[in-house]
Each structure stands twice: as C-alpha cells, then as structure tokens.
C-alpha cells in the first residue's frame, strides 16, 4: 500500500473517502468519540480489510454507523425502548445492540457471526458526510492497532496505521474523548455492555428500564475484550505519587506530571484521556501511572478504559 494520505476534512477529502469506500478500502475519519476506520458495512471484504489493518480478532464485532433512526431500522428489530433511547440520544455517543432482520445486508464479519448488530447515528459532521457521500452503512471501529491507545487526533491514527490504510481525514480532537455507551435493549431490560458518555441513569430516566451490567460470557459487543485501548508500557492505577521511572497522569488534588483536569471534571478528563495515555506512552518514563478517578458519571467509562489498558497479559501493570 502507498504511503497514508492525510487530508484536512473538506467535501473534496470527504468524496474521495467515499471513493475509496466504495472500492472496499477503509478509511480513518472523525467521530465525536474517536476516531474511526470505516469500511462498507456490506461488503465483507471491506470489512475484513478492517481487521487486516488493525490486526483485530474476527470474534470481536464492530459497530455499525448509519445515518438515522430509520437506516437503523431497516437493518436491526428494534423493541420500543432501543426506539424511545434514539429518539432522546441520536445523533450522539449511544450504541444500541439488536437483533438482525431476515435478509439484511451487513457481512457477516461485521458482527462476528452474531444474531445481532451493534448500530450508531454519529453526530460528527464527518462521520455523517460520509456516511452520506457513501450511501453504505459503515463499519468503524476506532482507527488504531488491536488493543492500543484510541486515537482522539489524526496524528495519533498516523502512528498507529500509517502505510496499512490510504486515507486519513484530519477534522481536529474528538470533543467526547472516549468511546460510546453501548446497550442491548431488551424485553424487560436494559444490559449495558460497555460504559460510555451516555450514563445508565440517563437511559433509565428515558426508557423507565433498569440497566444491568453484563455479567461475563461470551464477546456479545466491540469493546469487551479484556485488554484494550493499552499503551506499550505498564499502567499502574489508582496513583497518589509516582514511583521511579514512571510517568504520573494526576486528576483533582493529584497533580502529576500532566492531569486529567485540574479542577476534577469528569468531562475534561474523558476528552484527555487517550491523548494523555498517548503522550506517556511516547515519552522517555519506563511506566505510566495515572491517579484515581471517581467511579461516577464518565468516570465509569474512564475507569472501564484504564482497567482494560492496564490488563497486561504478562501481568505486568
């Protein structure tokens, strides 16, 4: 592959995306949450040339983007209350697992051979001006490596699959910071599956559903798999002061060698939080250490994050 073209989000870059999207590339663009590589949903060779450039397992799902409510139903059976949380929270940070419909044209590989989808409506305008130039549904998982760092800037999706993919549309940070909330609806219930900017109050408030978290088994989602979003070096959590050689992201009254956010705030902290676990992991300390943060609001998705970084298989961190 040629070297990775990176081109500032315009509609010429957006319509050379969709060219390259209808030929069965994927290419890296911008979401609210991070970036992602996005490939026709429907084409599995697409698809599996996602997986190609980040070396993902083939049992780990990817979500689905489509443009709207509507889109989404036509490829998923939607029960009334996935319908009532996309009324309230599409476009935005949600995930919404569902059962196929008969016939519907999503590869196989893009769900890992489950009886059910993974479905997003992004709110960036990249992300859905390709989604429009493209007229596919788009598979985008985030545009790195399996099991590293997920990119909030272009230059972090460079460093990670640059010469493995030929187009990266460069639209600026990723306002949110960390990857969406995905639920799957249910009769009786709602399970979450993976903790994200959309808390389980907020969902419950709109659906009248309690929401319970899934309890183990099977890779039922993206964004279950043990280890995840980890940087090279060892992550050491829950960090007041740092040790020798490690490098210490603070939050609050922690202040370390960089923070989160100074002043506590859950939202800053989620914006900055791959891109600080970038920045450590490019810098001269042998060990990251990063401080402790409240397990509440986004601090559930930021602790879910950091917990999964830091699962080393060597048990190292």
């Known amino acids: 592959m040629p070297e990775t073209q990176c081109l500032a989000y315009d509609a010429e870059s957006i319509a050379l995306a969709a060219r390259l999207i209808l030929g069965g590339q994927p290419v890296a663009v911008a979401t609210e949450t991070v970036y992602g590589l996005a490939a026709d949903a429907t084409n599995g060779e697409a698809v599996a040339a996602i997986y190609a450039a980040k070396g993902r397992p083939a049992f780990n799902p ?4 489509v443009p709207d409510l509507a889109a989404a139903d036509a490829l998923a059976i939607l029960p009334p209350a996935a319908i009532r949380l996309a009324d309230a929270l599409w476009p935005g940070p949600l995930t919404l697992v569902a059962p196929l419909r008969a ?3 999503i590869a196989a590989l893009a769900t890992a051979g489950l009886p059910t989808v993974a479905l997003r409506v992004p709110a960036h305008p990249a992300m859905r001006d390709l989604l429009n130039a493209s007229g596919r549904p788009l598979a985008a998982p985030s545009a790195n490596a399996s099991n590293g760092i997920s990119p909030t800037q272009a230059g972090h999706v460079l460093r990670s699959l640059g010469g493995r993919i030929p187009l990266v549309i460069d639209a600026g940070r990723c306002a949110v910071g960390v990857e969406s909330t995905i639920v799957a609806v249910e009769g009786d219930g709602l399970r979450l599956l993976r903790p994200g900017p959309i808390a389980p109050e907020q969902m419950t408030e709109i659906t009248g559903l309690a929401v319970a978290r899934a309890q183990g088994g099977g890779i039922e989602s ?5 280890q995840h979003y980890a940087p090279s070096k ?3 959590l829950r960090a007041e002061t740092p040790l020798p050689g490690e490098w210490l992201i603070g939050f609050g009254d922690v202040a370390g060698d960089v923070s989160l956010s100074r002043g506590g705030d859950l939202t ?5 939080l791959f891109e600080l676990l970038h920045a450590a992991d490019a810098g001269p300390a042998a ?3 990063v401080a402790s943060i409240p ?22 961190g």
């Open 222 to 226: 993206p964004g279950q798999m043990p």
């Open 62 to 65: 990817l979500i689905v983007h």
């Open 295 to 316: 397990a509440t609001g986004l601090g559930l998705a930021i602790n879910d994050r950091l917990k999964r970084a830091a699962s080393k298989p060597n048990g190292a």
């Open 287 to 289: 060990r990251i250490a």
């Open 268 to 272: 800053e902290a989620a914006a900055r």
């Open 103 to 105: 016939q519907s044209p």
């Open 234 to 236: 060892p992550l050491r």
